[in-house]
């Protein structure tokens, strides 16, 4: 009697389970970063497609948009889309400097605040809050601040 209790209560707790591994698969799309300096694009989700980009940008921000097993379909900051290995990616909120010219980045939230440095399109960092149409940058070796969000790759709902 009890190995069939025993059993019964394990296909009770892998039915419970099963809802959480299916919401999982539907959090698609979300925001992610590169985890290595070197991470390749492919066409189709196995080592055996042919390789598209080669990313060498630890932290460039990726949009996740469709998951199959170890695999990911993202698209990067110029819209170029392919499949990555999960292993690859972070779930830490990245951004990049996005139009054209230079942008700000303050001390502070407020286009009137202390201005700190000019970004380059392209510069990208980890991302913090976004309030009141800034959003805290930190690009690294003590440099932070406050950018446009309108001017940021990476941020609102992917």
């Known amino acids: 009697m009890s190995l069939i209790f025993r059993s019964l209560a394990a296909l009770a707790l892998l039915a419970a389970a099963a809802p959480a591994f299916a919401a999982d698969d539907e959090e698609v799309p979300y925001w ?3 985890r290595a300096n070197e991470v390749n694009l492919r066409v189709g989700p196995a080592e055996t ?33 392919g499949w990555m290995l999960a292993r690859f990616l ?3 909120r990245g951004a990049i400097v996005k139009g054209q010219g230079l942008v700000d980045m303050r001390d502070k939230g407020d ?3 202390k201005l700190l440095w000019r ?37 609102g709902n992917p």
């Not at 990208?124 to 959003?135: P, T, V």
Request: proline share 5%; hydrophobic share 35%; charged share 30%.
């Open 49 to 81: 497609y042919r390789i598209a980009w080669v990313y060498r940008r630890t932290g460039l921000p990726m949009k996740v948009l469709r998951r199959m097993e170890g695999w990911r379909l993202v698209q990067d900051p110029d819209g170029a889309r």
């Open 90 to 92: 972070k779930r830490d």
């Open 119 to 155: 970004l380059e399109p392209g510069v990208s960092g980890r991302l913090g809050d976004c309030d009141g149409g800034w959003c805290k940058l930190d690009i690294g070796d003590g440099h932070a601040g406050f950018v446009p969000q309108n001017r940021l790759w990476g941020v």
């Open 32 to 34: 992610a970063a590169l």
């Open 111 to 113: 286009g009137g605040a």
